[in-house]
């Protein structure tokens, strides 16, 4: 199994910043990719942001230029840099790691942009 557990969320104004970090723990030497997705009230859940193992990555287009997925393989941890946030990017964002084994998802971490 895999493990993960995200952190950083929380509320901020337009045009701020905001970290996102997702710790992974178990058999992650059997992942192939990570994702960061983001789910608003009343909405699909969404893809954001990915990165595979071979350090590809993949974004949305409605944030790309602002935000920027990456990891650091020592802590085991993949990081989502929120720049310039919109209040459209209010949602609870979600870590996931996909491999062989299927998908793993956090417990999603509330981000929200105040006008």
């Known amino acids: 199994q895999v493990q993960l557990v995200e952190s950083g969320g929380g509320l901020v104004q337009a045009g701020e910043s905001l970290r996102l970090s997702c710790t992974t723990s178990?058999?992650?030497?059997?992942?192939?990719?990570m994702g960061w997705y983001r789910q608003a009230p009343g909405k699909q859940r969404e893809l954001v942001a990915e990165?595979?193992?071979?350090?590809?990555?993949n974004y949305a287009d409605s944030v790309k230029g602002r935000f920027t997925i990456s990891r650091d393989n020592a802590k085991n941890t993949v990081y989502l840099q929120m720049n310039s946030l919109k209040p459209e990017d209010t949602a609870v964002y979600y870590c996931?790691?996909?491999?062989?084994?299927?998908?793993?998802w956090g417990q999603g971490t509330q981000v929200t942009v105040s006008s």
């Open positions: 996931a790691a996909h491999g062989a084994f299927g998908s793993y």
């Open positions: 990165i595979t193992s071979g350090g590809g990555t």
């Open positions: 178990g058999y992650i030497f059997s992942i192939n990719a």
